[in-house]
């Protein structure tokens, strides 16, 4: 117990301290920075999963109407019809 006390009170123990402690800062900012893009980043693909969604319900929803409408040239089916 001494001996920890001798080496925090000398210099050489005070620096090795202060180092240690923003090494820990840094990775502590480094770690909240990781956890914070990774949210974003899953935020974001869930955004473009629902964007996706609702577009293709609208491209859906197009195709139905233009297909209920009665006076539109049908398409080719390669069958003749005299």
């Known amino acids: 117990m001494t001996m920890i006390l001798g080496l925090i009170a000398s210099p050489a123990g005070r620096a090795g301290a202060l180092l ?3 090494l820990a800062a840094l990775g502590g900012v480094y770690l909240k920075g990781r ?3 990774r ?3 899953l935020a974001q693909g869930e ?3 629902v964007e996706t969604i609702r577009r293709a319900e609208g491209a859906r929803a197009a195709a ?3 297909n209920a409408d ?3 040239l ?3 089916d390669a ?3 005299d």
């Open 20 to 22: 240690v402690l923003a």
């Open 35 to 37: 956890m914070e893009g």
């Open 39 to 41: 949210a974003a980043c």
């Open 47 to 49: 955004r473009d999963v």
């Open 64 to 66: 139905d109407r233009r």
């Open 70 to 72: 009665e006076r539109r």
């Open 74 to 76: 049908r398409d080719d």
């Open 79 to 81: 069958f003749r019809r």
